[in-house]
């Protein structure tokens, strides 16, 4: 079992950054694709950033392209997302999420365990 805490989020202004974190549980970390998902208000959940369990083979989607980067530190057993010129339509509750197997996906339903969420809201 793998359990997952994001944190980082918060208030800011149009054009800020933050950088979400999500800790993970469990010795299978390095193994695991990872991936960011995100939630707005009376929306589905949509995919964010993805990666491989050895870091590399980064996907995002394309309204976060050029401004989030997904990264992780498997020594630290937690993958970040670092988002810069946020935009008032980033507001949402932010996921992580892990699947046992290497690679990323865009699709939710193929991730093992989530976590929380965080909330991020960005005010213009």
């Known amino acids: 079992q793998v359990q997952l805490v994001e ?5 800011v202004q149009a054009g800020g950054s933050l950088r979400l974190s999500c800790a993970a549980s469990g010795r299978s970390f390095a ?3 990872m991936g960011w998902f995100r939630q707005a208000p ?6 964010v950033a993805h990666i491989r369990s050895s870091g590399g083979d980064r996907k995002y989607a394309e309204s976060v392209e050029g401004r989030f ?3 992780r530190d498997n020594t630290k057993n937690t993958v970040y997302l670092q988002m810069i010129m946020l935009k ?14 290497p690679a990323g996906t865009f699709q939710s339903h193929s991730y093992d365990y989530w976590g929380q969420g965080t909330q991020v809201t960005v005010s213009s």
């Open 7 to 11: 944190s980082g989020g918060g208030l």
């Open 31 to 33: 193994n695991y694709g």
């Open 42 to 47: 009376g929306k589905e959940r949509e995919f």
């Open 69 to 71: 980067t997904i990264s």
């Open 88 to 101: 008032p339509e980033d507001t949402a509750v932010y996921y992580c999420a892990a699947r046992r197997w």
